[in-house]
């Protein structure tokens, strides 16, 4: 036994080592449990009426179809727990967030812990397992690559999804050596199918399992067959479930979605080797890496070979080096639900799409470590093995601890994102904060950056100007929009916003003619439009067309109720048009619903002293 085997092997280091890791991660996110709710936590936890009750389960377990959550009814019940212990208290989540981590990365643990005692890898790594184990478990925990997974609490998909990817593949290894081994199998299978009701990435997991079973339990897999296909049947039921949850995602996912399979795995190429990056060097974590972009090969030569290579380098060390082949497929088999070749038009990337595949890094890194130093057999590595393991965690975790502090507010994120990785999506959303926080022309100023790659900025861009009455600039905005959209279904109620404002601010100009026009074309997209027929026939009374205000007026009380200041100016139509009854009626109705409105009593009590 080598002195680096003696020094590591301790007996009954497991409790310990359990407690380290809890410790670890306790204190790594503590500054992040008063994090405010963010963007997608609106949906998910602030106007979710779905976890605002435990019973009946039915509706618990039915998340809004509107939200992310849409597929993932075993996340909203988790969120109606914490609903039920705290209100909207953002603690509340927050720890249960930073939980889910901690029991992640002690189930993790134990994974790795019972792999290297299995019988392939038993006389080289198991009296050195718990300390190897618990290296990977700690770097893996408080990696700041998580911070994303744990802080933002919405990812908490990711979070539950990972708990039942790793409890399924350890209770399948349970399985394999337990003498109860139908219960550690039926524990897998329950477990594969909560995990799918987190998020459908765990589809992947049965892929895993059999795997696993090939490389450390079996010589091949007629064997693994043999002796697993009962655990194996019950895993590939979950693709029936998953494949219903693909059901509740609407069409930004997928081969019928506006970005092609090649540009996005081009595009996919860039962002896993970033990922890589981040993963030896993470002191730039972005949020919102935006939508993907249209790239050809050229573009992305270096990450694409980098990508295919170690791609090439897994499938031949599967046959050669096994064990380290299983690391690799690890990684790419979880990065390819998101990160290959079917298209996510909302997200190009996510660094919690590296939640679980990091492990594969970190194991495979944590190991050749090890063997390096077993091989130098020299007294001083071992104590520099352990002093080089407590740098890297605190670094790790001092820099986790900075990233948390980015959550604290809006602002704080989105700045990093627009600093880190600039796109149009992340200014148009930092442009927002920015106005809530009454920082108008900073707002204005992202606005104006973001208007390049994101046509939505435009059109709000064109209504603050509005709103500053700035109409000259505001008109050229919009109508720049509308030429940018033009043809897209889904745009059709933007570009009648749009032709909306433009009608208003060609009004505040006295160019009635021009804004009757711009008005008359929003209603050909929406004729029963009762807000548009409203504004239009305020333009048409101003400019003394009072049949074609009556006209529009009562189209607009048909499409809603009516208002003092519409059923008042209708009177005043008919009053010009010699329909006095009428009149007296409408401004009768309007003083119905605000008695105090002045200019229908005025009118009101004129028409009625007027002689027949």
Same mark, same amino acid.
């Given at each position: ?197 987190? $998020? ?120 050669? +080096? ?32 590296? @939640? ?13 470590? @090890? ?53 149009? +999506? ?8 920015? $106005? ?56 059709? @109620? ?78 005043v139509a008919l009053q010009e048009l010699g329909q006095f009854g009428e009149a007296k ?11 105090? @409105? ?15």
């Amino acid at each position: 036994m080598s002195q680096l085997h003696r020094y590591i092997n301790t007996r009954n280091v497991t409790p310990a080592a359990s407690c380290l890791i809890v410790l670890a991660g306790a204190l790594t996110y503590a500054n992040s449990l008063s994090g405010p709710l963010l963007f997608d936590d609106q949906s998910s936890i602030l106007t979710n009426a779905q976890i605002r009750h435990l019973w009946p389960l039915v509706e618990t377990f039915t998340p809004p179809r509107d939200s992310v959550l849409a597929s993932r009814p075993i996340v909203n019940f988790s969120f109606a727990i914490n609903y039920a212990i705290g209100g909207l208290s953002v603690r509340g989540y927050h720890i249960g967030n930073v939980t889910l981590h901690i029991v992640n990365a002690l189930v993790l643990f134990g994974i790795i812990r019972r792999t290297l005692t299995t019988s392939k890898l038993r006389d080289r790594f198991a009296t050195a397992s718990d300390g190897i184990a618990l290296a990977c478990a700690l770097i893996w925990m408080v990696h700041p690559l998580q911070t994303e997974s744990v802080d933002y609490v919405t990812q908490r998909t990711e979070l539950m999804m990972g708990l039942f990817y790793l409890l399924t593949l350890y209770c399948a290894i349970r399985a394999m050596t337990s003498s109860r081994a139908d219960r550690w199998q039926g524990a897998a299978i329950v477990s594969c199918l909560l995990g799918v009701g987190c $998020k459908e990435s765990m589809a992947t997991a049965p892929l895993i399992v059999v795997l696993y079973d090939r490389i450390f339990f079996c010589d091949s897999m007629r064997e693994a067959w043999r002796r697993r296909r009962g655990l194996y049947a019950g895993l590939a039921a979950s693709w029936l479930e998953a494949a219903a949850m693909l059901t509740s995602h609407n069409n930004t996912v997928g081969f019928g979605a506006s970005v092609s399979a090649w540009t996005y795995l081009l595009n996919q190429a860039q962002m896993i080797a970033h990922y890589l990056q981040l993963t030896v060097w993470p002191h730039a974590l972005v949020l919102d890496y935006g939508s993907p972009r249209s790239l050809v090969l050229m573009d992305v030569l270096p990450q694409a070979a980098l990508v295919a290579g170690l791609v090439v380098l897994t499938v031949v060390a599967l046959f050669v +080096r096994p064990m380290a082949g299983f690391l690799g497929a690890w990684f790419f088999i979880g990065l390819a639900p998101t990160s290959s070749f079917v298209p996510i038009v909302s997200e190009v990337g996510a660094e919690r799409r590296m @939640y679980l595949p990091l492990a594969a890094v970190v194991v495979l890194v944590v190991i050749a470590a @090890y063997q390096f130093l077993e091989k130098r057999q020299r007294h001083a590595a071992i104590p520099a093995a352990v002093v080089s393991l407590a740098v890297v965690v605190v670094a790790l975790a001092y820099t986790t601890v900075q990233r948390n502090r980015d959550y604290a507010s809006p602002v704080s994120l989105l700045q990093t994102s627009v600093d880190r990785w600039p796109h149009g +999506r992340a200014r148009f959303n930092f442009a927002t904060v920015l $106005k809530q926080q009454g920082r108008g022309d900073d707002a204005m100023a992202q606005l104006r950056l973001a208007v390049a790659d994101n046509p939505q900025a435009q059109y709000v861009l064109g209504s603050e100007l509005y709103d500053r009455g700035q109409f000259d600039e505001a008109i050229s905005e919009l109508r720049a929009f509308i030429a940018r959209v033009a043809g897209h279904a889904a745009s059709r @109620y933007d570009i009648i916003a749009s032709r909306n404002l433009i009608g208003l601010c060609l009004a505040q100009q006295r160019k009635l003619t021009e804004a009757v026009d711009e008005f008359q074309l929003a209603l050909q997209l929406d004729p029963e439009n009762a807000g548009l027929h409203g504004n239009l026939a305020f333009i048409l009374l101003q400019d003394r067309n009072f049949e074609g205000a009556r006209q529009h007026y009562e189209a607009s009380i048909r499409g809603q109720a009516g208002n003092a200041f519409v059923l008042t100016n209708l009177g005043v139509a008919l009053q010009e048009l010699g329909q006095f009854g009428e009149a007296k009626e409408r401004f009768r109705q309007a003083l119905a619903i605000d008695r105090n @409105y002045a200019e229908a009593r005025i009118r009101l009590e004129r028409l009625e002293l007027r002689k027949p």
